[in-house]
């Protein structure tokens, strides 16, 4: 019986892998970004939370840029290590400082996130993106 399955690396199903992954978590990110930014051109009062000190409306545009504009570039992997950085971030304010008075049941969530976008800074967008387009014509 062959063992490919668990020994060889198929590069091709890596590259499928992460465009599937990528897809996924950032399509699931929008259900957080889309609302928010509804929210940033919308005609109520702004109110959010602040809890690094840099003020209400710093903490809430870049909670939009990360979890619409950064989510949007990584489902079709362009820029996407970099864009994979501010949610990292926000995920991490969120698991370990928003929601650590909530227990772990409030942070599961963020930290899911936190741990996915952290994988695609070090794994990049794979083949199946327009990085490797890009980087593949400089060539």
Do not use: W
């Not at 928003?98 to 936190?114: A, I, K, N, T």
């Amino acid at each position: 019986m062959k063992n490919s399955y668990i020994t060889n690396l198929n590069l091709r199903g890596v590259d499928l892998g992460l465009l599937i992954f990528r897809i996924g978590i950032s399509a699931l990110m929008l259900t957080h970004g889309v609302p928010k930014l509804i929210k940033f051109f919308g005609p109520e009062e702004l109110t959010f939370g602040d809890p690094l000190g840099f003020g209400p409306e710093f903490t809430f545009t870049f909670a939009v840029l990360a979890e619409f504009v950064c989510a949007v570039f990584i489902i079709f992997g362009f820029l996407t290590r970099f864009a994979a950085i501010p949610l990292v971030i926000t995920m991490a304010v969120a698991a370990l400082i928003v929601h650590m008075p909530d227990g772990f049941g409030r942070q599961e969530l963020p930290l899911l996130y936190f741990f996915g976008f952290l994988c695609i800074v070090f794994t990049g967008g794979g083949k199946y993106s327009l990085d490797f387009l890009i980087s593949k014509r400089k060539k």
